[in-house]
Structure formats: structure tokens, C-alpha cells
Antibody
Framework: EVQLVQSGAEVKKPGEFLKISCKAS????????IGWVRQLPGKGLEWVAV????????RYSPSFQGRVTISLDKSITTAYLQWTSLKASDTAIYYC????????WGQGTLVTVSS | DIQMTQSPSSLSASVGDRVTITCRAT??????LAWFQQKPGNAPKSLIF???SLQSGVPSKFSGSGSRTNFTLTISSLQPEDFATYYC?????????FGPGTKVDLK
């Protein structure tokens, strides 16, 4: 059974560092794109970034380039999304998603950034 | 970047209605088009991939069609559990991009 299990909700202050995770299981991690989708409160879905574990090919949406970093630990089939300096506007739910066609989704991680 | 549009942005319908949502891409995406359903408080759920292929377990009342730049999602007979927001998404070019969504609510 394919599963994407994300880390828990986070409450952070502006300027702080954050790294959230997504543990994948039940499929060939190396040969499937994996990425992150953002959903602002009450808004639509936006792709943040995707990565192909086999060769670490990484693509960022223009709005997020330079603001976040997607990474992997292939040894534990886990994907990460990190911010070095959070802003209040980063407050959102972040979903981990398998593949471009998005056939499997994680449960979502609520990130709240507030002073 | 490939931009996606959807119409209508919202619609009101009754149980049993046939509902059609349109999605357009600013460039040719071939058939690399997916549809998702999202209910409040839940993660999105994949309905259709490759423009017209139903994901496993998705009821056949959902159907997708189209290619290149024009696509449609049809719900043949709307049921109470189908009231939700629907998104199209292209994955021809990475990273993928979503449409703005269509909210389907009860008339």
C-alpha cells in the first residue's frame, strides 16, 4: 500500500528555520517524482517544487524559487521541504504528493508563522 | 510556464444533475492532464489522470475528455458526496500547474 506520511503541525515565528518531512512507503521511491503543494487558507492549490530521486532533478515553481529548498534522504525514502527564514505569508497547509499526476497525497502539514 | 484556467469558478446544482467543468491550458499539454476533488478539511483526491483514465476506485459517474489545450470533467449524476471543489492540473511540464478550481455546491 502506497503511503505518504507527513510530519506534524508547526508553529513558528517570522525569520525562523523550518524543515518538514514526508515519509514514503509501498512503492519504488527512486523512480517516482515526489513534490510539495501549498494551499493558503481558503485558497487553491499551488505546486511548490518537485524532485526525481533517481538523479535529484529538481524543479521549483517560479513563485517559490529561492524561498524554499526541496531535498531527499533516499536511505529512508523521505522528502523534505525547508525554509531558512519563514514569513507570515508562508502560513499554509503543505501537502506531499507522488508524481506529476498526483495519484497519492500525504495528509498535509499545517505551518503557522506568527509573531 | 503553462497556465491553467477553469470555468465556471463555481456552480450550483441539484442531486441527479449532470455537471460539466471545463479546463483550458495556455499551451499544448497533450493528454498530461489530471483532475482532483477536494472536500473541506481533507487532502485532495485524484480522480482522473491522462485526461480520461479513471483512478482505481473512482466511480464511473466521473469521466474526463479532451486533449492538447481543452479538457472537460463530467459528473453524470451528482450525488450529495460530490459537492466539493474540483481542480485540473497539467503535468506535461514540470513543475505541474493547477487550475484555480471549481466549487460545486447545492442549489
Amino acid at each position: 500500500e502506497v503511503q505518504l506520511v507527513q510530519s506534524g503541525a508547526e508553529v513558528k515565528k517570522p525569520g525562523e528555520f523550518l524543515k518538514i518531512s514526508c515519509k514514503a512507503s509501498g512503492y519504488s521511491f527512486i523512480y517516482n517524482w515526489i513534490g510539495w503543494v501549498r494551499q493558503l487558507p481558503g485558497k487553491g492549490l499551488e505546486w511548490v517544487a518537485v524532485i526525481y530521486p533517481a538523479d535529484s532533478d529538481t524543479r521549483y515553481s517560479p513563485s517559490f524559487q529561492g524561498r524554499v529548498t526541496i531535498s531527499l534522504d533516499k536511505s529512508i525514502t523521505t522528502a523534505y521541504l525547508q525554509w531558512t527564514s519563514l514569513k507570515a505569508s508562508d502560513t499554509a497547509i503543505y501537502y506531499c504528493v507522488r508524481g506529476g499526476e498526483g495519484d497519492y497525497w500525504g495528509q498535509g502539514t499545517l505551518v503557522t508563522v506568527s509573531s | 510556464d503553462i497556465q491553467m484556467t477553469q470555468s465556471p469558478s463555481s456552480l450550483s446544482a441539484s442531486v441527479g444533475d449532470r455537471v460539466t467543468i471545463t479546463c483550458r491550458a495556455t499551451q499544448d499539454v497533450s493528454n498530461y492532464l489530471a483532475w482532483f476533488q477536494q472536500k473541506p478539511g481533507n487532502a485532495p483526491k485524484s480522480l482522473i489522470f491522462a485526461a480520461s483514465s479513471l483512478q482505481s476506485g473512482v466511480p464511473s459517474k466521473f469521466s474526463g475528455s479532451g486533449s492538447r489545450t481543452n479538457f472537460t470533467l463530467t459528473i453524470s449524476s451528482l450525488q450529495p458526496e460530490d459537492f466539493a471543489t474540483y481542480y485540473c492540473q497539467q503535468y506535461y511540464s514540470y513543475p505541474p500547474t493547477f487550475g484555480p478550481g471549481t466549487k460545486v455546491d447545492l442549489k
